[in-house]
């Protein structure tokens, strides 16, 4: 099992970001993908889950109209784009694979993360 | 959202020494708690899911336990490997939520 993200960068504060996760060595669509944050020496904060097989997306209140979540069967990627940014979405983006038996099991695979700076 | 409130924030231990760490749901999540260790500059890793199962390859002397809304991750005979933070998650609605974290430091 491998995810890696890519796409992080410094940007401005109203500027836009895609962040992707290329995922390997599992059936991708039979998965609850996420995207988890952590800001410079903070804790983690969950930020969207999408079910690839069935679609079903969740956001967390914080980034609800600014980011979107999908995905791409064919090429088992997983992306995050990211609107209207702020200062405080500056983190490091993880891209992790929940539990096959569902989210309810927990993330048992991470990505090593991408990092997004906000900064004017 | 369901709020988790994780304790303490530091915990300061030596080798061989059992640490207990503690989240509470600020309401009922039946079992559906997962705990991660996270060292500095890596990602997560998961421990324990629906409360108190262990991940495969997980070491025995990490466990999980409940009582209400109560959650406990014990690791028994600490190593020199689990100096690290430790994270609580609520899997049971979304939003999903984690605790604030437990550095477990060295003494």
């Known amino acids: 099992v491998q995810l890696m993200e890519s796409g992080g960068g410094l940007v401005k504060p109203g500027e836009s970001l895609r962040l992707s996760c290329v995922t390997s060595g599992f059936t991708f669509t039979s998965h609850y993908m996420n995207w988890v944050r952590q800001a410079p020496g903070k804790g983690l904060e969950w930020v969207a889950t999408l079910h690839p097989g069935n679609n079903y997306i ?44 569902g989210y309810n099991f ?13 900064s004017s | 959202d369901i709020q988790m409130t994780q304790s303490p924030s530091f915990v300061s231990a030596s080798v061989g020494d059992r640490v207990t760490i503690t989240c509470r749901a600020s309401q009922g999540i039946t079992n559906w708690l997962a705990w991660y260790q996270q060292k500095p500059g890596k990602p997560p890793t998961l421990l324990i899911y629906a409360a108190s199962s262990l991940q495969s390859g997980v070491p025995s002397r990490f466990s999980g336990s409940k009582s209400g809304t109560d959650f406990t991750l014990t690791i028994n005979n600490l190593q020199p490997e689990d100096f690290a933070t430790y994270y609580c998650q609520q899997a049971n609605t979304f939003p999903l939520t984690f605790g604030g974290g437990t550095n477990v430091e060295s003494k």
Do not use: P
């Not at chain 1, 209207?84 to 539990?99: K, W």
């Not at chain 1, 048992?108 to 700076?117: E, F, H, I, K, R």
């Open chain 1, 58 to 101: 969740f956001y967390a209140d914080s980034v609800k109209g600014r980011f979107t979540i999908s995905g791409d069967i064919a090429a088992k990627y997983l992306f995050l784009q990211l609107d209207s940014l702020r200062v405080d979405d500056s983190a490091v983006y993880y891209c992790a694979r929940a539990h096959l038996s």
């Open chain 1, 106 to 118: 927990g993330f048992d695979s991470w990505g090593q993360g991408t990092l997004v700076a906000v």
